[in-house]
């Protein structure tokens, strides 16, 4: 796709702060159509070094709330100063997403990009955990790394190059993802698609000069890239 958006933080200031494949152009395309209201209150949920929270802010006019667990808000702060946007449209928050700090129907819509399928796993992480924040009608995007086909027991050695099976554990496909949302009791699943952002994305972060991009090259540059792919969904609280 043509990613008109995610242009204008294609620097390489910008891009040192991603932490995986490029989530300001996976966020792009999460969000193509999207439902939420310009002014919304947003939850960038795992938003790492704030990019995510930026682009949100920047972009589509949302007020948003950085929330991540191993981030600095003061850090944050200091970027999101830098980037020009001011205290009210975006606040650092450091928070664990299965204890949030917020209060109960405070959000228009929880966006989260690369970290979902670190907590949300489990099928009671969305009525129990998240949900409460949310405003009835409101909407929850998601976009994910997963696998084309899941291959835990059978794991390609060209994964294994860079990734434990445990790490592993951490990547499903399109199918695992719909079961675990469709168990949700308080939302309704509108979508769970394959992204086109694969590639591009990878080759935005194969990029970057540090030890984790550097390790991940072992699997990609041996083909490991055939069995992976990034998945939306998207929800609706009810």
Known sequence: MNYVLSKKYDTEELQSKIMGPNPVKLEEELLLGNKIPKGATVCDLGSGQGLTSVFLAKEYGFRVYAADLWSDPEENRKF???????????????ADATDLPFDKNFFDAVVSTDSYNYFGRDESYLDGKLLPFLRSGGYIYIAIPGMKKDCH??????????????????????????????ACRGAEVLEVSEMESNEEVWADWLKQDNEYAIGDRKSMEAGAGKYLNFIKIVLRKI
């Open 153 to 182: 027991d059978n794991l390609p050695p060209e994964l294994l190059l860079s990734w434990t099976p445990e790490q592993m554990d951490y990547m499903h496909d399109s199918d695992y993802w719909l079961k675990t949302v469709s």
């Open 80 to 94: 999101f100063d830098s980037m020009g946007l001011d205290k009210d449209q975006i606040i650092p928050v450091k």
